[in-house]
């Protein structure tokens, strides 16, 4: 090979090589197209304008053909007028703003050495465009509320249909195989994570008697916490949700009838102990959503006196820290009967600054991944799926965990 044939090869392989680097990323990646509800109309089920409520199904195979696991998206709620009618102008409250095709990762990757206890069954990705955590039924109609699903015509605005949107998906998905399954594992993120504690009872009652079936929130364990101002900040903003999108009565009938607010059955503590499916909860000790929305909301920190520490956790000043413990120390105290009570219930409770963990491939199994006494998240929730182990984790208070990769 002469000079001009190596001088010209070599700028063949420097302008194809980020192509060719790029193809192989893309072959990594697990594409997996959008279903619409086509029969939802029928239950009434509607995102919050109007359009047709959707999922991704990847099928299974091999010795997973018969399991399923559901995972809800997240994506935080709405609970006023305002806020729903942004909303609803957006992927987060309708499935015509939404990517047709979703990136299946971490928990719903279909590779085994990625995914290894889930890898090849039956996965679903749940989109949300509701704002409620799949839990409200009621319709603003030119200024009033209804709950018929006969009223459809162009004077309404806004569809609060997330229960029936989460019925819909399940009875379009049992002739699919999952009225027929073996094992089946519900799950979700954020407020797809609180939507696991809404509907986990519910989900089992679909199911087969002799399925294994089981639930697992990821950043979902929302806590009933006064901000920085002592004000509860996410309680108000729960009971105007509730109020607007008519939640309660789609709330835990034993948990509402025992507790003197029944909206309250809305935050995970209150509800958990009601649950007699399965349960594992997967959530950060120091969650940055919480942090940010429930501990210091914009309006109890008018000055911006946690501005730095909110960006960068090494920023934040002794007394910062101090709160910063004391919310760690509210969320296990939440969780202590839990641990010590529940025999078939798994916890993995870390000290990283994140917020969802499950659906991400760094931080649910790869060589880098958090850890607690060794264990990532992917073989802390298969042990305690196939009961290989006794799976509940806490890990020490920040800063002692050197595994955590993501801090803020």
């Known amino acids: 090979m002469n000079v001009n044939s190596v001088i010209l090869l070599k700028l063949v392989l420097l302008i194809c090589w980020p192509w060719l680097v790029y193809s192989k990323g893309e072959q990594n990646r697990l594409l997996v197209n959008m279903t619409l509800v086509h029969n939802a109309s029928t239950l009434g089920a ?20 018969s399991n399923w696991l559901l995972q809800f998206e997240g994506g935080g709620w709405c609970n006023d007028i305002k806020s729903c009618l942004d909303r609803s102008k957006t992927r ?28 090849n069954w039956n996965r679903v990705k749940l989109r949300y465009c509701d704002g409620a955590s799949f839990a409200g039924d009621s319709k603003f109609y030119n200024g009033t509320y209804s709950r018929s699903s006969s009223e459809r015509n162009g004077s309404t605005l806004l569809y609060f249909r997330g229960q029936r949107i989460w019925q819909a998906i399940i009875l379009d998905l049992l002739p699919k195989g999952l009225g027929r399954a073996k094992k089946a ?19 089992t009652g679909y199911l087969p008697k002799n399925a294994s079936v089981k639930c697992l929130s990821d950043a979902g364990f929302f806590l009933d916490e006064r901000d920085i101002s002592l004000n509860h900040t996410i309680r108000s903003f729960y009971e105007d949700l509730i109020s607007l999108q008519g939640v309660e009565p789609n709330l835990n009938q034993n948990c509402t009838s025992t507790l003197y607010y029944p909206h309250l059955c809305f935050f995970p503590q ?30 109890s920190d008018p000055q ?17 820290l101090n709160i910063l413990q004391g919310f760690r120390k509210d969320m296990l105290e939440a969780l202590r009967v839990f641990y010590e009570y529940s025999r078939r219930g798994g916890m993995y409770i870390n000290s990283c600054f994140t917020h969802c963990q499950s659906e991400t491939q760094d931080t649910w199994f790869a060589v880098g991944s958090p850890r607690i006494n060794n264990k990532t998240i992917a ?30």
């Open 46 to 65: 509607y995102c919050l304008d109007g359009s047709l409520p959707a999922y991704h199904l990847h099928r299974g195979f091999g010795a997973g053909a």
């Open 92 to 119: 987060r409250g309708s499935t015509r703003y939404m990517n047709k095709w979703e990136v299946f990762s971490g928990i719903l990757s279909n590779n085994a050495s990625l995914n290894p206890d889930f890898y």
């Open 185 to 203: 594992l519900l799950s979700g993120c954020s407020a797809g994570g609180l939507a696991t504690f809404l509907h986990c009872d519910n989900f």
């Open 270 to 299: 209150y509800a958990l102990p009601y649950i007699r499916t399965p349960f594992f909860i997967l959530n950060s000790a120091y969650d940055v959503y919480q942090f940010h929305h429930i501990l210091v909301p914009p309006s």
């Open 304 to 320: 911006r006196h946690w501005y730095h520490c909110e960006l960068n956790v090494t920023a934040c000043n002794p007394s910062q």
């Open 379 to 408: 073989e802390a929730v298969g042990n305690w799926y196939f009961s290989r182990n006794v799976s509940k984790e806490i890990d020490c208070a920040y800063p002692c965990d050197t595994t955590c990769h993501n801090m803020i």
